[in-house]
Nanobody, 122 residues
């Protein structure tokens, strides 16, 4: 089993940036594909980005492509989400997730963090 803990959320003005981190523990981190999701009030959970087990392949939702960047440091058991040009509609709770595998996908994640709140003011 993998335990995931997100950090880095907060309040930022529109146009600003934040970097979220997700620290993993419990199993070999490099065996897992990692993903980022978010859920805004009243909305379904939304896939944002995923990264392959070695970090060489990334996959993004159209809504964040060009603004968000996912990366990972397997030596630190951590995955990141760099968020630039933030908009008020990016306000949500952001979650990282993990699944066994090699290639990034939108679905099939088994393990989830508790989430971190991101609020973008206009």
């Amino acid at each position: 089993q993998v335990q995931l803990v997100e950090s880095g959320g907060g309040l930022v003005q529109a146009g600003g940036s934040l970097r979220l981190s997700c620290a993993a523990s419990g199993r070999t981190f490099s065996n897992y594909v990692m993903g980022w999701f978010r859920r805004a009030p009243g909305n379904e959970r939304e896939f944002l980005a995923a990264i392959s087990w070695r970090g060489g392949t990334q996959y993004y939702a159209d809504s964040v492509k060009g603004r968000f960047t996912i990366s990972r440091d397997n030596a630190k058991n951590t995955v990141y989400l760099q968020m630039n040009s933030l908009k008020p509609e990016d306000t949500a709770v952001y979650y990282c997730a993990a699944r066994i595998g090699t290639s990034p996908t939108m679905m099939g994640y088994e393990y989830w963090g508790q989430g971190t709140q991101v609020t973008v003011s206009s």
